[in-house]
């Protein structure tokens, strides 16, 4: 855990918020916690509101909402009674960021899920950590799908975008035990980094659901977020421009679709849907 992180406790007064956007496929979304120590230098949370209000730069701070599962029992319950809850965790923060080890809020709320299961439950995250929670994740059945974030097979890419993200292989071998414990799983290729020719191959011997998206179709605001954030610079640093552009997430889907069938790949928007 990084030592150069402020972490705050907050009280939530409520967990569960609806889902709109790029996320009006779900009831609700759910933030275990506020702000990620993973500070990708990519994320479009960084030009929202939850980050441009706050006077301390995406990735240096994360606010942990104690007590948290107290009051999600009572929000899940009342939705319920309303009609179908489905959750995308989360929309704005890692779940399962290096404090979760700790604090293991998550997990808590997992726990009140298995007890009072939604629809359906869509995680999303980009952490090894996930595998410890494979026991609640069973429970929930096919109600459930974890999506792994690989945004390329090469780290050193990886360490240049996003340097305290865990390593490529660590998620990759998450994966892979989360499909063999019979976990409901999908790669997510988002946002799509330059990657190798060899990476369809090295997903297809995992997983059986591939989701690809880019700044362009992802970030809310057709890559404006993006482009604000200087990201382009980084591409043009490396000499890879090519890949920073709205066609160029075609490159790796066309050489996905040689080794996957059409029903197993999803574009976008799609791939993230209940």
């Keep these: ?7 705050l406790i907050k009280t939530p007064k409520t967990l569960l918020n609806k889902g709109t956007g790029f996320l009006s496929g779900y009831s609700h979304t759910l933030n275990p916690y506020t702000g990620c120590s993973f500070g990708c230098s990519y994320c479009y949370v960084r030009r929202m509101p939850v980050s441009t ?3 301390s730069e995406w990735g240096t701070w994360v606010d942990m909402k104690r007590g948290a599962a107290e009051v999600f029992y009572k929000e899940l319950h009342r939705a319920k009674s309303k009609g179908p809850v489905t959750i995308f965790m989360s929309s704005s923060t890692d779940p399962y960021q290096p404090i979760e080890y700790k604090e293991r ?3 808590s709320l997992l726990e009140v899920m298995t007890n009072e299961p939604p629809d359906f439950l869509f995680v999303q995250t980009r952490s090894p950590l996930v595998r410890r929670d494979i026991d609640l994740l069973l429970r929930l059945g096919d109600r459930v799908r974890v999506s792994m974030t690989i945004e390329t097979d090469l780290d050193d890419i990886r360490k240049y975008f996003t340097p305290n993200a865990p390593p ?4 990759l071998n998450t994966l892979q035990v989360l499909v063999e414990a019979g976990v409901p799983t999908q790669a997510t290729i988002a946002p799509m980094l330059p990657s190798s020719e060899r990476f369809a191959e090295r997903l297809h011997s995992i ?3 591939i989701c690809v998206d880019d700044y362009f179709m992802g970030d809310g605001s057709g890559g404006k977020r993006t482009r604000s954030l200087g ?3 980084l591409y043009t640093k490396l000499g890879l421009e090519e890949w920073y552009h709205p066609d160029a997430y075609k490159i790796v889907l066309e050489r996905l679709k040689q080794v996957f069938s059409e029903d197993q790949l999803f574009v976008s928007q799609r791939g993230f849907e209940p």
């Design 168 to 171: 490529i292989h660590a998620r």
């Design 105 to 107: 809020i998550t997990r």
């Design 207 to 209: 997983v059986n659901r």
């Design 1 to 7: 855990m990084r030592s150069d992180i402020v972490y």
């Design 53 to 55: 209000f706050r006077n």
């Design 231 to 233: 990201i382009e610079a």
